[in-house]
Every structure is written in structure tokens, then in C-alpha cells.
Nanobody, 121 residues
Framework: QVQLLESGGGLVQAGGSLRLSCAAS????????MGWYRQAPGEQRELVAV???????TYVDSVKGRFTISRDNAKNTVYLQMNSLKPDDTAVYYC???????????????WGQGTQVTVSS
């Protein structure tokens, strides 16, 4: 079994910064992509940023230049540095990881429990 543990959410004023962390643990053989999604009330979950094991990164247009995704592969951890936060960034942020477990031959997507980010105006 694989678990993703997120931390770092909270309440911040517009223009402020937060850093989210997500550590994967359990029976892990390999991790491909790790990333962050968010879901605002009444909205669908959307991709925020993703980084593959080879370093390829993708961002949703609305966060380009403000958010930075990074990974520590030795620690199976992904981070999301969020700067210049806006009220529109308010959402529950979910970590995801494409993991090949020990004894498996395929990658499966695991999700964290979510962490609330609230940006006040």
C-alpha cells in the first residue's frame, strides 16, 4: 500500500506565499509523475502542476510565473511553492503520484487527502 501525506496548507492574505509538501511512503518501487491538483467549491478538480521523474514540468496557465513545483526523488517528496497568491487560488489542494509498487508491473495513481488553501482579499 502507498500513502501520500500532505502538509503546508492554511490561510494567507492575497500576495502572500505558502509551500505545500507531499511525501509518498509505503511499498514503492518507482514513482513517475508527482503533482498537485486543486478543487474549488462547485468546480471540477484541475491540474495545477506536475513534474515527471525526468524533470519535465507542466503548469496550468493561471499559476505560471507564481507557482513552482519541485521534487526530492530520494525522499519521494514533491513540493509546491506558491507565491503572489490570489483569492482565486482558494481551493483544496491534492497531491498525486503515479507509483509502481513493489512486485507490480504497472503504475497506479494515488491521491493525498487534500489540504485547504484559503487566500483572503
Amino acid at each position: 500500500q502507498v500513502q501520500l501525506l500532505e502538509s503546508g496548507g492554511g490561510l494567507v492574505q492575497a500576495g502572500g506565499s505558502l509551500r505545500l509538501s507531499c511525501a509518498a511512503s509505503g511499498s514503492i518501487f518507482s514513482i513517475n509523475a508527482m503533482g498537485w491538483y486543486r478543487q474549488a467549491p462547485g468546480e471540477q478538480r484541475e491540474l495545477v502542476a506536475v513534474k515527471t521523474s525526468r524533470g519535465t514540468t507542466t503548469y496550468v496557465d493561471s499559476v505560471k510565473g507564481r507557482f513552482t513545483i519541485s521534487r526530492d526523488n530520494a525522499k519521494n517528496t514533491v513540493y509546491l511553492q506558491m507565491n503572489s497568491l490570489k483569492p482565486d487560488d482558494t481551493a483544496v489542494y491534492y497531491c498525486s503520484a503515479d507509483v509502481m509498487g513493489l512486485g507490480s508491473s504497472a503504475y497506479y495513481t494515488y491521491w493525498g487527502q487534500g489540504t485547504q488553501v484559503t487566500v483572503s482579499s
